[in-house]
């Protein structure tokens, strides 16, 4: 990879991730696009506006800069597609088809997280193998497992060198929590830190995969970087770091802020989709194919997190 280009820039993970790839692969070589100007701060830099959802400006921005990878993180989470399931199908589906033909069409590797999402009730939850059934319940998960075997025909088919993960929940101090049904893990630590409480929407003993920020990224870009031959399933790796409840984030949290509290106030529709998710996945495959292996555990996270937001005056 030499030339960039990061759909959904200004989200949780684009925001980040835009940052890892500019120190690795040099400041101007990575093209940073959203559908709206980020107001924050978070991405600075070479910037585009993009709809990823037409297909004449994906293919612009894609020649213009001359990319050569795109890293596409444009979507719409769970909890916000289950309000609007036509704009996620839209923005999920229609936004990877239009980078996989680009990627077609100009030769460009693809990397596209998929999610835990993908997979269902009627998934083996602990743990949930690699290659398993995959029925899930909500128009996001099924717009992740449509993603998984699209990018799985582009590459078959005609050779787009697409790649991908599972992302568990992920938890970081940059940006704010972004719709998704595994955001009270990130939203309890500002809580923590700003309030001394927090008030949870899942019930306490619901587990579900976490991964800190930085082990997302790292293990993104190991993927991308890693040689075609080693991979076997290539689109979709399980990737975990841990198993939390909100139960046992507070209690880690009450090692650095002993006064903290926790409330429950259960939504019924985010502690469904929840309840479809696995407790623990098998990423066996990611540690055998691309040596994949996190450095963050429940401790070493909560400490670094609540550092940083400590930390932001």
Not at 135 to 159: C, I, M, Q, W
Request: with cysteine; net charge negative; charged share 20%.
């Amino acid at each position: 990879m030499n030339r960039i280009v990061v759909t959904g820039a200004a989200g949780q993970v684009g925001s980040e991730m835009v940052e890892a790839l500019r120190g690795r692969y040099g400041h101007d070589a990575v093209l940073a696009t959203d559908i709206r100007e980020p107001g924050d701060g978070t991405v600075a830099g070479p910037f585009r506006l993009l709809d990823v959802t037409n297909p004449h400006a994906v293919a612009e921005v894609v020649q213009s800069h001359a990319a050569d990878c795109v890293y596409h993180l444009a979507a719409i989470l769970s909890a916000r597609g289950e309000s609007a399931p036509q704009q996620a199908w839209a923005v999920n589906m229609g936004g990877l088809y239009n980078v996989l033909e680009v990627a077609r069409c100009e030769g460009c590797a693809v990397f596209t997280p998929s999610s835990i999402a993908a997979f269902g009730p009627s998934t083996p939850p602990d743990p949930t193998p690699q290659d398993t059934i995959q029925r899930p319940n909500t128009v996001y998960g099924v717009t992740k497992v449509a993603g998984e075997l699209l990018s799985d025909y582009y590459h078959e088919r005609f050779g787009v060198d697409a790649r991908g993960v599972r992302y568990p929940g992920l938890i970081s101090y940059v940006t704010p929590p972004g719709g998704g049904t595994t955001d009270f893990a990130v939203e309890i630590y500002y809580e923590a830190v700003d309030h001394g409480r927090y008030t949870c929407f899942l019930g306490p003993e619901t587990q579900l995969d976490m991964m800190y920020m930085p082990d997302a990224i790292r293990g993104s870009i190991e993927l991308m970087e890693v040689s075609p031959e080693r991979l076997i399933h290539r689109n979709a790796f399980n990737m975990s770091a841990m198993q939390v409840t909100p139960e046992s984030l507070a209690a880690a949290i009450r090692e650095h802020i002993p006064e903290f509290t926790i409330e429950y106030d259960v939504d019924p529709v985010r502690q469904a989709i929840a309840d479809s998710w696995p407790r623990r996945i098998d990423d066996t495959a990611a540690r055998d194919e691309w040596n994949w292996n996190p450095e963050y555990d429940l401790a070493a996270m909560t400490a670094d997190m609540i550092a940083h937001l400590r930390a932001r005056g």
